[in-house]
């Protein structure tokens, strides 16, 4: 089977002919099952969200797959296997909410808690750019590890805690916090339950991340479908809308994490086959990448910014060097005023 991505087809030109890529404003663009253009026109297929939308009942969703960005963030670190896991799916969290938002500049996932793993930071700034770290104790992760096996459930991973999701669009804006208590098994289900609970939109998040190929690169997956009502309304009835609501659920949760990560697998096919009978809408996509936003400019401000008696701790033969979280880079300051030496 072929399919292409084509405009919606009215009843007019129902027979599918005249399928294009070129879409109207707003409008997207729809699957129809149609044998004149491959998919595969769709030149990126990783690091990339995917928005899209099921009609008619007004369900936003988008799809978010990475390669080569979680690749280089997590091998950045030299993180254990279910640290780098846990990373990488809060790494695909973060782009799957970010790109449900309007802002201007970062947007911070972060968790905090008692586990193993006691902190996961990971941001996407408006432009694409992500980054992220994790702070963990080995020894309580190696007894985890030992009872859990290789993939430790959220509670046993990262224990108690609280999950927060933070938008500072810079000076002289107001920050915007959401912040909401560690509740599930995976981090999906702890963000669906902050959805509940914060912003009381119904939402459901399926995350993957996987190692795939010769190499065992790292990949991630996710899809989030949420319930937006529609200006205007619904243009059904309300127990299609709960019908269509349930239905996209169980579709959506027959995705396999196999899949959600499949290099083979374009997300457009992979829309088309998790909803192609309800309709789907697939809208520009936004690209990903792997990028700090540290510098020696940066570090230097900080530092000058730090009590005197602090910085002298450490100073070691003269130099002071800085490693940034994120991604592992060395900085290296001299003297009083903290030239730069050099980053490693
Ligand atoms: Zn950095």
Same mark, same amino acid.
């Given at each position: 089977m072929r399919v292409v991505a084509t405009e919606r087809p009215s009843p007019s030109h129902a027979s599918g002919v005249g399928p294009s890529l070129s879409r109207?404003?707003?409008?997207?663009?729809?699957?129809?099952?149609?044998?004149?253009?491959?998919?595969e026109s769709d030149p990126r297929s990783d690091d990339l969200v995917q928005p899209f939308q099921i009609d008619p009942f007004a369900l936003r969703g988008r799809l978010v797959r990475l390669g080569p960005t979680v690749d280089r963030i997590l091998s950045q670190h030299d993180y254990p296997e279910p640290v780098a896991a846990i990373l990488g799916e809060a790494i695909v969290l973060a782009v799957l909410l970010a790109?449900?938002?309007?802002?201007?500049g970062i947007f911070t996932l972060q968790t905090k808690s008692d586990g193993p793993v006691r902190l996961i930071v990971a941001d996407v700034s408006t432009e694409g750019a992500v980054r992220g770290y994790a702070q963990y104790d080995r020894d309580r992760l190696d007894q985890v590890s030992a009872q859990a096996g290789s993939s430790p459930s959220v509670p046993e991973l990262i224990g108690s805690?609280?999950?927060?999701?933070?938008?500072?669009?810079?000076?002289?804006?107001? +920050?915007?916090?959401?912040?909401? !208590?560690? /509740? %599930?098994?995976? #981090?999906?289900?702890?963000?669906?339950?902050?959805?509940?609970?914060?912003?009381?939109?119904?939402?459901?998040?399926?995350?993957?991340?996987?190692r795939s190929g010769d190499?065992?690169?790292?990949?991630?997956?996710?899809?989030?479908?949420?319930?937006?009502?529609?200006?205007?309304?619904?243009?059904?009835?309300?127990?299609?809308?709960?019908?269509?609501w349930r239905r996209a659920m169980v579709l959506m949760s027959s995705a396999t994490?196999?899949?959600?990560?499949?290099?083979?697998?374009s997300p457009h096919r992979l829309l088309f086959r998790l909803f192609h009978d309800e309709g789907v809408r697939v809208y520009?996509?936004?690209?990903?990448?792997? +990028?700090?936003?540290?510098?020696? !400019?940066? /570090? %230097?401000?900080? #530092?000058?910014?730090?009590?005197a008696d602090d910085i002298e701790e450490l100073r070691k033969d003269k130099v002071i060097s800085v490693t940034c979280e994120f991604c592992n880079t060395r900085y290296e300051f001299a003297g009083e005023d903290f030239a730069p030496l050099a980053s490693a």
């Open positions: 109207n404003a707003g409008e997207g663009l729809y699957f129809a099952e149609c044998p004149i253009l491959p998919i790109g449900a938002l309007k802002y201007d805690g609280y999950i927060a999701f933070t938008v500072d669009q810079g000076e002289h804006t107001e +920050r915007y916090q959401g912040i909401v !208590e560690l /509740i %599930g098994a995976t #981090l999906a289900e702890c963000a669906q339950h902050y959805f509940r609970q914060s912003e009381q939109i119904q939402a459901g998040i399926k995350l993957s991340v996987a190499n065992g690169a790292w990949r991630g997956g996710g899809l989030m479908l949420q319930r937006v009502p529609p200006e205007g309304g619904y243009t059904v009835i309300a127990d299609d809308v709960e019908d269509g994490p196999a899949e959600l990560v499949d290099p083979e697998l520009p996509t936004h690209p990903i990448e792997a +990028r700090c936003r540290c510098s020696s !400019e940066r /570090i %230097g401000r900080i #530092l000058r910014s730090f009590p």
